[in-house]
Each structure stands twice: as structure tokens, then as C-alpha cells.
């Protein structure tokens, strides 16, 4: 059972849990197919999938002015702020405001 390959079958469970552990990982292996892994390789299989869902959300964030500037066409006459913070030299995204003139 390869590292990439359990990835794979474990993409959607973590997913849906992504605070599943590797021992909910190992625990499902030895369930679902009968053998059972390490646990750096359920780290492993894991990191994987993971990254790929909070790669998605960090490219979401990246896109908070054109979301911003959306509602302002929109909405014009509202106010919107959107404050971000440089930790070590990386943009953080911090929170949002969003008034609507009535």
C-alpha cells in the first residue's frame, strides 16, 4: 500500500474531518482493507489531502480585494475595510467589514 495510492482513498474523509488523526487513518486501514501502515505513513497520507484543501482555502483569501471590489460595484456609496497583517514578511488575512448604505 503506497503512500500516494491511501491518499487517494483518504482525500474525502479528510475532507469531510480534517481533524482526523493518524491513528483514525490507521484504525480505517486496518478496518477497511485488512493491513495495517505505520504511523509516519498515515502523516504521510495524510499531509497530502490536506494540503490540497488548505492550498484551496489560501487561494480563496488571496482573492479578498476582487471579492471586495465586486460588492462595491455593486453596492455603491457602501464601506468596505479589509485588514490584513505581515507576519515574517506574509500577508495574513485578518477580517473583513462590509456596511451597506441604505
Known amino acids: ?12 474523509s479528510l475532507s469531510q474531518n ?6 483514525d487513518v490507521r ?3 486496518v478496518k ?5 501502515i505505520s504511523k509516519s505513513k498515515a502523516q ?3 499531509a497530502m489531502p490536506l494540503k490540497n484543501v488548505h492550498g484551496s482555502y489560501q487561494e480563496q483569501y488571496k482573492q479578498i480585494y476582487d471579492y471586495s471590489h465586486e460588492l462595491l460595484g455593486s453596492n455603491s456609496g457602501s ?5 490584513v497583517e505581515d507576519i515574517n514578511g506574509i500577508k495574513m488575512f485578518n477580517r473583513f467589514f462590509f456596511l451597506k448604505d441604505i
Open 27 to 29: 484504525n480505517k486501514v
Open 79 to 83: 464601506t468596505i475595510k479589509v485588514k
Open 1 to 12: 500500500m503506497s503512500t500516494k495510492w491511501l491518499s487517494g482513498r483518504l482525500e474525502s
Open 32 to 36: 477497511k482493507w485488512n493491513t495495517s
Open 18 to 23: 480534517p481533524k482526523m488523526r493518524s491513528n
Open 44 to 46: 504521510r497520507a495524510m
